[in-house]
């Protein structure tokens, strides 16, 4: 052990003539600690409030979009789809076709969205489509086409597996008495929750080649949904994908289609670090206090350490170390004890949500490793930091003024 940290040890843990400095040394040492807990759960809320929404949302849509600028859809969907297979980190590519739709059930209405898809290559990609709430996916060669409801919609429309929904859409055809609404008749053979209310309360699906004629897009699609390995390549796979649609198509990746959520989030989370910082700055603020009421009381122990040969600059390390060894513990102290919340929150399930919104009861509490290591070293630079002008204030002391009455 060095002479310095000898000394810095012995003047933290050795019982002092004035209580006062101990009281604020221990509440130096409290305030880190707070200040650390506080980060890490606050981070870790956000951390997984975002991250299971994003894991739902990502669920429920596609990660590329590649539309038609057009809008009467994608003729050779076919072609485009295989090019965009042999691109890596792609991990399926399916065609989608969707239009706005008014869906009438046994006692009400409701507006919506009608999509058409591959069944057969989208459940291989969709778990919660693999997986029904109840019922089925509708069969091909059935009597009547079938139908997929969101679990509240079909709550809202009053509609259950077996029942026979006419469907509006915006589509138009020809009549003696002038153009009218195309309607038709499927039966509910499946519900399906895919745990985001927004998308569960407004959409249905049926099959790609129904919806092509339902629609009349014979041979063309609305879109094809691209779902990649890594979604945070997003941006980058959408670039190499644009070289290799036609002129007339364009791609969207999932941070454009949910910019504004993911936005608020992110902001969300700096604003709260930026906050909860300040309780670590405060608590710093008592490290300062601490070590200038130290360097008052052991002002002739200073004297007689430079008496006897110490310099300034031993002088300067021995409070530079009691300052970081207040913030060293009430850093580990905080980390302990944020974790330790954490672990607590999701073993017994604290933090509830309304089930009938997000679809989850409780919100798990996820620290990644990089926030914990940003805390970390946030607190302890902050502690490092207020160290400094009272330890330069303590190697400035005159050991014959120190000494003088002695």
């Known amino acids: 052990m060095s002479f310095e940290l000898f000394v810095a040890r012995r003047y933290l843990t050795a019982k002092r003539k004035q209580a006062f400095t101990s009281v604020i040394t221990f509440i130096s040492v409290l305030g880190i600690s707070i200040g650390v807990a506080a980060l890490i759960i606050a981070l870790a809320l956000i951390t997984g409030f975002q991250g299971d929404v994003q894991d739902k949302i990502l669920g429920a849509t596609s990660h590329l979009m590649v539309s038609d600028i057009t809008g009467q859809g ?45 069944f057969e290559q989208e459940k291989k990609i969709s778990p919660w489509l693999a997986k029904l709430s109840s019922g089925r996916l509708p069969e091909k060669e059935a009597v009547r086409e079938g139908l997929l409801l969101g679990r509240d919609l079909a709550l809202q429309i009053g509609a259950s597996l077996g029942d026979v929904l006419t469907v509006y859409t915006s589509t138009a055809r020809l009549t003696p008495i002038g153009q009218v609404p195309k309607l038709k008749q499927f039966v509910v053979t499946g519900i399906f929750s895919t745990g985001l209310y927004e998308f569960d309360s407004t959409t249905a699906f049926i099959s790609l080649a129904a919806a092509q004629k339902f629609f009349g897009l014979a041979g063309r699609v609305s879109y094809l949904q691209v779902m990649i390995d890594d979604i945070f390549q997003a941006r980058r796979l959408a670039e190499e994908a644009s070289r290799l649609v036609p002129p007339s198509a364009y791609v969207t990746t999932w941070m454009d289609l949910n910019k504004s959520l993911f936005s608020a989030l992110k902001l969300e989370k700096t604003i709260i670090f930026l906050t909860i910082t300040l309780i670590v700055i405060v608590a710093a603020l008592n490290i300062i206090a601490t070590l200038i009421l130290m360097v008052m009381e052991k002002t002739k122990d200073i004297g007689i350490l430079l008496a006897m040969g110490a310099t300034p600059r031993h002088i300067r390390r021995i409070f530079f170390l009691q300052g970081a060894m207040i913030g060293l513990i009430g850093t580990a102290a905080g980390t302990a004890l944020g974790l330790l919340w954490c672990f607590l929150a999701n073993t017994f399930q604290l933090i509830h949500v309304p089930v009938d919104i997000y679809q989850i009861s409780f919100v798990p509490f996820r620290l990644r490793p990089l926030d914990l290591a940003l805390i970390m070293g946030v607190s302890l630079l902050i502690s490092f930091v207020s160290t400094l002008f009272p330890a330069q204030r303590a190697a400035k002391v005159d050991p014959v003024t120190a000494l003088k009455y002695e």
């Open 74 to 118: 994608m003729a050779d969907f076919e072609s485009i789809s295989a090019k965009l297979r042999k691109m890596k980190g792609v991990r399926s590519v399916t065609p989608v076709i969707y239009n706005m739709a008014i869906f009438s059930g046994l006692s009400r209405n409701a507006g919506g969205v009608l999509k058409g898809l591959d």
